[in-house]
């Protein structure tokens, strides 16, 4: 069954710090996937993607992910995080026949100063 | 270039009305999609549009959701009779395509139904 897991609820990190928010999926088939952010009382927002090709794909606003097969991860990080990236973090997985996409549960984040 | 728009923005409710969700996706879309996000948790399809066919409805609960996308533009999304869980942000999305480099989603900033 297809799936993705995003083991962190909610995680806290100073400004300034480096980020890393953790992605699991659980697919049949070559996996595409997103990233995407999400404020409060706004649509999803598009990250980044993987397709194929280098496995550590650059997204907007200085975030990075790293495919990784053999651990069927696809973690997001930012060396440098700002009080603005505050928000909720999607992982998605797919297509899938029917082209549905899979979304994790999300993780919260929150920045202190 | 316009986003996707989704009207209304707030809506609420009593338990057993009807109400209607609307969606205007991004010009030249061709692809839409309905999802419903309860709190604290990811968004789930619920239906996909390619043009006016629906290629996608099984997570659809039919018995009380319907959907329509007349000349495979905007596209309504109805629940009669609501119910007390039916609460949740009603998302819509559209595409350029359904396959690969065309299947990135931009999404609607959403619906938030409260059923009381």
């Known amino acids: 069954a297809q799936s993705v897991t995003q083991p962190d609820i909610h995680i806290t990190v100073s400004e300034g710090a480096s980020l890393e928010l953790r992605c699991n999926y659980s697919?049949?088939?070559?996996?595409?996937l997103f990233w995407y952010v999400q404020s409060p009382g706004q649509g999803l927002q598009l990250l980044l993607k993987y397709f194929s090709g280098d496995t550590l794909v650059q997204g907007i606003k200085g975030f990075e992910a790293e495919f990784k097969r053999s651990q069927s991860s696809f973690n997001l990080r930012k060396p440098s995080v700002h009080w603005s990236d505050a928000a909720e973090y999607f992982c998605a997985v797919g297509p899938y026949t029917g082209n549905q996409f899979y979304f994790g549960t999300g993780t919260s984040l929150t920045v202190i100063p | 270039e316009a986003g996707v728009v989704q009207s209304p923005r707030y809506k609420i409710i009593e338990k057993k009305q009807p109400v209607a969700f609307w969606c205007n996706p991004i010009?030249?879309?061709?692809?839409l999609y309905w999802y419903l996000q309860n709190l604290g948790q990811g968004p789930e399809l619920l239906i996909r549009?390619?043009?006016?066919?629906?290629?996608?409805d099984s997570q659809l609960p039919k018995d009380r959701f319907s959907a329509e996308r007349l000349k495979g533009v905007d596209s309504t999304l109805k629940i009669q009779p609501a119910e007390l869980g039916d609460s949740a942000v009603y998302l819509c999305?559209?595409?350029?395509?359904?396959?690969?480099?065309?299947?990135?989603?931009?999404f609607g900033p959403g619906t938030r139904l409260t059923v009381l």
């Open positions: 999305a559209s595409s350029l395509g359904s396959q690969e480099e065309n299947n990135e989603q931009f």
């Open positions: 549009y390619e043009n006016e066919e629906a290629v996608d």
């Open positions: 697919y049949g088939a070559t996996p595409y």
């Open positions: 010009s030249g879309h061709n692809t």
